[in-house]
């Protein structure tokens, strides 16, 4: 079984803070998805990242998948209000060619405070 | 809008009674997923499409829970005799079926049950 530790749990930060958000596994990952979820909706997409290393850069959001494809963080700076939501990052391990679903991890409350 | 939709938004129903919840996914996609989100959680897997053919099924999906896809397209999950523990947020996403899967959610199923 895949498990995904996001970190932290609850982030309450400034307008203009900087923070970063942590996802975890001991499993190898072949992609890694970032998402945003807001009260009473679905997940939505803000990245996909694929190749151990990668940068991927949104505005003012940086993502990055671990060397060994099995971590990766999403970095905010200078969060502003319309950031606060919750962020979940989700894995996708192939086993027998046919495995697509999503390994989610718990998500991170933020919280941007103007 | 041409994104993942679901049908109904919101459901209250009483113990014991049965419940069926629609999904659209978009036009192109060959899978279809769907994921339950309880309070405070990330999504779980339930089952999946590939087309009509339901591929996986989660343990998490017990004999009460029905899923159908009978054209390739839509697709409804079923719950018979509800228990108040389903109680939660069904989800539907759906993917292109490529190398990079990436999956699209829709809004939601908020389902109570008293």
């Known amino acids: 079984t895949q498990l995904l530790e996001q970190s932290p749990q609850f982030l309450s930060i400034q307008e203009g803070e900087n923070l970063t958000v942590y996802c975890n596994s001991s499993s190898v990952f072949s992609s890694l998805q970032w998402y945003r979820q807001e009260p009473g909706e679905g997940p939505v997409l803000l990245v996909t990242?694929?190749?151990?290393?990668e940068v991927k850069k949104l505005k003012r959001l940086t993502f990055q998948f671990g060397d060994a494809r099995k971590d990766s963080s999403l970095h905010i700076t200078a969060a502003q209000p319309g950031d606060t939501g919750l962020y979940l990052c989700?894995?996708?391990?192939?086993?027998?060619?046919?495995?697509?679903?999503?390994?989610f991890g718990k998500g991170t409350l933020l919280t941007v405070n103007p | 809008d041409t994104g993942v939709s679901q049908n109904p938004r919101h459901k209250i129903t009483k113990r014991g009674q049965n419940v069926t919840f629609r999904c659209d996914p978009i036009?192109?996609?060959?899978?279809l997923y769907w994921y339950r989100q309880t309070l405070g959680q990330g999504p779980e897997f339930l089952t999946y499409?590939?087309?009509?053919?339901?591929?996986?099924k989660s343990r998490l999906l017990s004999d009460r829970f029905s899923a159908e896809r009978p054209k390739g397209s839509f697709s409804t999950l079923e719950i018979q005799r509800t228990e108040q523990g389903d109680s939660a947020m069904y989800l539907c996403a759906s993917s292109f079926g490529t190398a990079q899967e990436t999956q699209y959610f829709g809004p939601g199923t908020r389902l109570l049950v008293l």
């Open positions: 990242v694929v190749t151990g290393g």
């Open positions: 499409f590939q087309n009509e053919a339901q591929l996986e």
């Open positions: 036009s192109e996609h060959n899978r």
């Open positions: 989700a894995g996708e391990a192939r086993s027998g060619g046919s495995n697509y679903k999503l390994t």
